[in-house]
C-alpha cells in the first residue's frame, strides 16, 4: 500500500490525518518540521507528502523546493492558513499538485490523495517505459553496427551488454580489423555515460612525446611549439569514455602515467604542477599479447592487470563464417548508396568465394573488397572477376589436402607454408595458430629459404 507522510508542527493535525489515511488503508509517516520530514524522504518508500507550510527548522516551502528538484515525480500537498493563501498558490506554481486551508475538508483531501497517488504511478511507469525504450534503442543500434549472428560474436555480445553499464575497465583483443572499436562504441553507448564524452586515441599514430601531450594535455612553454595552453585528452573525457587503441605501441614512461590515472584518477598537465582529477571510464585495444610483452619487459606487469580486469576478444572473420553473408549485404547496401549504384547482389561463385575465403584482414578486408567489387562491377551482380585478385584466387584456400606418402618433414613443410599463407603473411598469426614460438617458425622458413618472403 502507498505510505503518505505527514509534515506539521502541530501534533493534533498529524494525528487526525494519520487516522484518516489508515482507516483508509495506508501507511503513514509523521515529522514535525521539514528537516525531520527530508529525512524520512531519503530514508524510507514516500509515495505522497502532505505538509504544512509555516513549521520552525525548515519550512513546508522549503522542503517542496528540495523535494521538486531531487525527486519530481513524487507529489506534494500544501496546508495552510486562511492568511496564506498567497503563499499556497506560490507552492502551487512551484511544484505542489494542491493546497487545503486549516481545518482540513477530510473528504476532499483524501481525493485528491487518491488521485495524486495514481497519477505519480502512471508518471513513474511512463519514465520507467522511457527509458527502457531509449536502452532498446541504443542496443538495436549497436546491433546495427556490429553484424552477425554466430554464436562466437553473440556471446561477446552478451558480454558487452552486462559489462557496459559498470565503471570497469575493458581491455578488447583482437587481430588488426576486427572491429575493436565497435566494441567500445557499444561498450559506451549502452553504459551511463552515453551521453557523456566518447574520446578516441589512436596510440600507435603518435610519438612518445606527442602522445603524453595529447593525453594529458601540456601548459604554455612547457616544450618549444606550446604557445598555449592545451586540454588532454584524459581532461577532455571527463565524466564520459576514452578508448585507447593500440594501447600496445605505448612507451614505458607514458605507460606509468595512464597507470597513474587508473589508480589515482589524476595527473598532472606536461610541464605544469597542478593536479587534474577526472572520472574517466577507461577501454583499451591491442592486436599485440599483452602477457607475451610484459613477458620480455616491454609492457609494464601492474598496467597490463589493470586495464585487464575486464577481457573481451573479438572473434576474427574466419570464426565467425556464418556472419559473412550479413556482413557482404550489408557493405553491398552501404556502397551501393555511396557510390549511387544499383547492384544487386553476388552470382553464386563470388558468393562462395567470399564465404570461403580466409580473410587475413578480417571485417575491414572484407568491407574493402565489398567496395572495391561495388565500383568495378559491371552487371547487375558481382561475380568473382569483380573482386579483387588476392580474393578471387583463393577459392577454398582454407583447405589442404596432404597426399599420401610425403614424408613428415615434407608434410611439416606444406602445413607450416599453407598456415602462413592462411594469415597473410602474418607470422605472429601464423605461429598462434601452429602453437610455436616466433622464433621456431622463423627458424623453419629459413630452412625453407622462406625467411625473407
Same mark, same amino acid.
Given at each position: 500500500m502507498a505510505c503518505v507522510l505527514i509534515v506539521d508542527d502541530e501534533k493534533n493535525i498529524r494525528s487526525g490525518l494519520t487516522l484518516a489515511f489508515e482507516d483508509e488503508g495506508y501507511d503513514t509517516l509523521e515529522a514535525e518540521n521539514g528537516e525531520v520530514a527530508w529525512t524520512l524522504i531519503n530514508k524510507k518508500s514516500v509515495d505522497l507528502v502532505i505538509t504544512d507550510l509555516r513549521m520552525p527548522v525548515?519550512?513546508?516551502y522549503d522542503l517542496l523546493k528540495r523535494v521538486s528538484s531531487t525527486f519530481p515525480t513524487l507529489p506534494v500537498i500544501v496546508l495552510t492558513g486562511h492568511g496564506s493563501i498567497e503563499d499556497a498558490v506560490k507552492a502551487m506554481q512551484d511544484g505542489a499538485i494542491d493546497f487545503f486551508t486549516k481545518p482540513v475538508d477530510l473528504d476532499h483531501i483524501m481525493l485528491t490523495a487518491k488521485k495524486a497517488l495514481s497519477n505519480s504511478k502512471i508518471i513513474e511507469q511512463n519514465i520507467k517505459l522511457t527509458q527502457e525504450i531509449s536502452t532498446l534503442k541504443k542496443k538495436v543500434e549497436v546491433n546495427k553496427s556490429i553484424i552477425g549472428k554466430s554464436e562466437k560474436l553473440s556471446k561477446m555480445m552478451?558480454?558487452?551488454e552486462q559489462v557496459a553499464p559498470t565503471r570497469a575497465t575493458v581491455l578488447v583483443t583482437g587481430e588488426s580489423g576486427v572491429g575493436k572499436e565497435l566494441?567500445?562504441?557499444?561498450?559506451?553507448?549502452l553504459s551511463d555515460r552515453k551521453d557523456g564524452p566518447f574520446i578516441k586515441v589512436h596510440c600507435a599514430s603518435?610519438?612518445?612525446?606527442?602522445?603524453?601531450s595529447e593525453l594529458f594535455g601540456h601548459e604554455k612553454g612547457s616544450f618549444t611549439g606550446a604557445v598555449s595552453q592545451k586540454k588532454g585528452r584524459f581532461e577532455l573525457a571527463d565524466g564520459g569514455t576514452i578508448f585507447l587503441d593500440?594501447? /600496445?605501441e605505448i612507451d614505458a614512461a607514458t605507460q606509468v602515467k595512464i597507470l597513474r590515472v587508473l589508480q589515482e584518477k589524476s595527473f598532472e598537465r606536461v610541464g605544469g604542477t597542478q593536479t587534474l582529477n577526472v572520472d574517466v571510464r577507461v577501454v583499451a585495444a591491442t592486436n599485440r599479447n599483452l602477457e607475451e610483452e610484459v613477458k620480455k619487459g616491454n609492457f609494464r606487469e601492474d598496467l597490463f592487470y589493470r586495464l585487464n580486469v575486464v577481457h573481451i576478444e573479438v572473434p576474427p572473420l574466419r570464426e565467425r563464417k556464418d556472419d559473412i553473408p550479413l556482413l557482404m549485404n550489408s557493405f553491398l547496401n552501404e556502397f551501393n548508396k555511396e557510390n549511387n549504384r544499383n547492384i544487386e547482389g553476388f552470382t553464386p561463385a563470388a558468393r562462395k568465394v567470399l564465404c570461403?575465403?580466409?580473410?587475413? /584482414?578480417n571485417i575491414r578486408q572484407l568491407r574493402n573488397s565489398i567496395e572495391s567489387a561495388v565500383v568495378l562491377a559491371r552487371g547487375r551482380l558481382i561475380d568473382v572477376d569483380d573482386l579483387p585478385e588476392q580474393v578471387s584466387e583463393h577459392d577454398n584456400d582454407s583447405q589442404l589436402s596432404i597426399k599420401v606418402g610425403l614424408t613428415l618433414d615434407e608434410a611439416e613443410k606444406m602445413f607450416i607454408i599453407s598456415t602462413l599463407d592462411y594469415?597473410?603473411?602474418?607470422?605472429?598469426?601464423a605461429s598462434e595458430m601452429l602453437g610455436i614460438g616466433r622464433k621456431t617458425l622463423h627458424r623453419k622458413l629459413e630452412e625453407y629459404g622462406k625467411a625473407d618472403d
Open positions: 525548515l519550512s513546508g552478451r558480454t558487452i566494441v567500445a562504441d557499444a561498450l559506451h553507448n603518435l610519438s612518445a612525446n606527442l602522445l603524453e593500440e594501447i /600496445g570461403s575465403y580466409s580473410w587475413p /584482414g594469415c597473410g603473411g602474418n607470422k605472429t598469426k
